[in-house]
């Protein structure tokens, strides 16, 4: 199979639309874990979101069949368990050791492009995968380098089957439509949900009122912010993941990852827009850095791709 041209500067505009359209949504998972759980959200999520591309597939000629379907269930199995392994490490670490962990993702991505499949991957690149991770550590704060535990190990596992999906998702997934991804993505994290509110309703556990139970929490009659917060998840997701799915494809998984940092500030913005939450200095400190990164690899592409890929 002939390598595709990397776009890297449609990928980054792609990754920063993911990033602001997250950003947002993510801001209102505190609402819907006020009296909701991790595993009724996952799966009612992916019942709107099948809901929606129902919609969608007829009206704008979408394709959803895949083109190697082992392929996409294996990508969608590596993501899925990513995200569970993720939100299950909140139950018992601090957030900031969580985030970090994740967050070395593009570290793994540069060991598995470069040894599993042979990609050079020169200086700058890994320069910027080192600004950015210090630039994501000074957001966190000290928390995120303290503390750690044999348990921390959990976070750092899923941000490495988070790397091998998103350099799947070009490795081995490289004709599939970003809707057919999008369709596996949330259809696994669909089926955990359902499973997880199956074993807690086998199983029930005593859950904290509010957020602090929201991963314990089994079904919940829903109420109207549930559901309306839900939707907005749904099709925000729907449109953010099928633009990061796009830039991964279009571009090489680590300059990819490098970009996707700015994630993190995008959440501080509208954490700040929304709830006026103020950051610390060092936290702003880092933001300027993951920028840093991020710039790093968007310059660098573009005084080597050819004109003709750059659009």
């Not at 359209?21 to 709107?48: C, E, P, S």
């Not at 955990?192 to 919940?220: K, T």
């Amino acid at each position: 199979m002939t390598a595709k041209p990397d776009r890297t500067l449609a990928a980054a505009g792609l990754i920063c639309g993911y990033a602001l359209l997250i950003g947002f949504t993510d801001n209102y998972v505190r609402v819907i874990a006020q009296d909701h759980g991790l595993w009724q959200f996952h799966f009612t999520r992916t019942m709107m979101a099948f809901a929606l591309l129902g919609l969608a597939v007829p009206l704008l000629g979408l394709r959803l069949r895949p083109v190697n379907p082992r392929a996409v269930l294996a990508r969608s199995v590596i993501h899925g368990l990513a995200m569970v392994i993720y939100f299950g490490a909140l139950a018992f670490l601090p957030v900031a050791i969580v985030a970090a962990g994740l967050f070395t993702a593009p570290i793994f991505v540069l060991l598995i492009s470069r040894f599993a499949y042979g990609h050079a991957i020169g200086p700058v690149r890994i320069l910027a995968v080192g600004i950015g991770f210090v630039g994501v550590l000074l957001v966190l704060g000290p928390e995120a380098i303290s503390g750690a535990s044999a348990a921390a190990i959990l976070p750092v596992v899923a941000g490495a089957l988070y790397a091998l999906g998103n350099v799947a998702t070009r490795e081995w997934c490289p004709d599939e439509s970003a809707e057919t991804l999008v369709a596996g993505f949330f259809g696994m994290l669909g089926l955990l949900g359902l499973l997880g509110m199956i074993v807690l309703a086998v199983a029930p556990l005593a859950a904290p009122l509010g957020p602090d139970g929201f991963l314990l929490r089994g079904w919940v009659a829903p109420n109207w912010p549930f559901l309306f917060w839900t939707f907005v998840q749904a099709a925000g997701s729907l449109l953010g993941v099928g633009m990061m799915i796009r830039a991964y494809q279009i571009t090489d998984a680590g300059r990819a990852s490098v970009i996707e940092y700015v994630i993190l500030p995008a959440s501080a913005f509208w954490s700040w827009l929304l709830w006026r939450e103020v950051l610390a200095p060092m936290a702003v400190g880092g933001m300027v850095l993951i920028v840093v990164a991020g710039c790093m690899i968007a310059l660098r592409a573009r005084s080597v791709e050819p004109a003709s890929t750059s659009a």
